[in-house]
């Protein structure tokens, strides 16, 4: 009989909509304990995740983190380059880097998709000096982001809200951005640059972007005219963005983008200040996923 894994799962009980509060028992009932050896821990404080990872490294098979895609971030930054693998039970409010690894966002059907999960490896990010998995943008979706970590209630209405309240305030920015030393200049409301395909609840920025392929994707989004949003939303919900005339999607390994005056940056759905100036760099196969 083959060795359990041994897998640890760290619960953020902030996190998200609250669909961790019950995850024990859900795990208790649903994972295979014949394949399985587990151990559940809680954070207390903002960065625990990351050290709970860190000291798991060597110990464990696999660090499982439930919560949302901030969470996700801070565990997987512990586990670049070591053998211990990433696991995910999405329990935040989109659960974007979940669904673009086709992992179910109900807490119950995600422990039974680890019973026959496989180990395998995919890319992960940086800008300047901060690690991400999915995405980090800047401009407007940093608003979005911003205005959604200070908005009461979790979920797609506010969300949503976040979206519209700052599209109307938002003025598009000029920038400069150097993609594999080839520079062009854009007036954007937004640029991010993406790993994986979507933000959440199923919003494919960049529908064929790959967390495999060693290349960024750098969307570009002209402010459409207010008469145009929903068509543009649609387009985004059902993956067809890059067909979007407001859309241009180009692709590279080192990106260089200057001009983000404001400074906020939407870095796997939390929002933190960095330099008017972004390098962003892709590592790849430098992590271990269970999925």
């Known amino acids: 009989m ?3 894994i041994k897998i640890l799962f760290i619960i953020n009980p902030i996190s998200g909509i609250g669909k961790q509060k019950r995850f024990e028992k859900i795990l208790d009932r649903h994972i295979d304990k014949e394949k399985f050896d587990y151990k559940v821990e809680y ?9 709970i990872a860190a000291a798991a490294v060597g110990i464990y098979d696999v660090v499982t983190a439930v919560g949302g ?5 801070e565990i997987a930054k512990a586990l670049v380059k070591t053998e211990t693998a990433l696991a995910i039970i ?3 409010s989109g659960n974007g880097l979940a669904r673009a690894l086709r992992i179910p966002v109900q807490p119950w059907r995600a422990v039974k998709f ?21 995405i980090a943008g800047a401009g407007y979706d940093s608003q979005v982001a911003r205005r959604y970590e200070f908005f009461p209630g979790r979920g797609f209405k506010t969300y949503f809200l976040a979206i519209i309240t ?3 305030e938002y003025k598009p920015l000029e920038y ?16 991010t640059v993406c790993n994986s395909s979507q933000y959440g609840y199923g919003f494919r920025i960049s529908p064929h972007a790959s967390l495999t ?50 400074r906020w940056v939407n870095l796997d759905g939390e929002t933190v200040r960095l330099d008017q100036t972004l390098n962003f760099e892709v590592e790849k196969n430098s992590i271990v996923i269970f999925s």
């Open 2 to 4: 083959s060795p359990k």
């Open 43 to 51: 954070t207390q404080y903002p960065g625990h995740a990351t050290e």
């Open 69 to 73: 895609d901030g969470s996700i971030n």
């Open 90 to 92: 999405p329990c935040g």
């Open 114 to 134: 680890l019973n026959s999960a496989e180990f395998k490896t995919i890319d992960t990010c940086q800008v300047n000096d901060k690690f991400f998995l999915s």
């Open 166 to 168: 700052s599209f109307r």
């Open 176 to 191: 400069e951005i150097n993609i594999d030393g080839v520079q062009i200049k854009r007036t954007a409301l937004l640029v």
């Open 213 to 262: 392929d060693g290349l960024l994707d750098v969307v570009i989004v002209k402010k459409p005219e207010p008469w145009r949003v929903p068509f543009v939303l649609l387009n985004i919900a059902l993956g067809r963005a890059h067909k979007s005339k407001c859309f241009e999607i180009l692709q590279g390994k080192h990106v260089e983008l200057f001009g983000n005056k404001k």
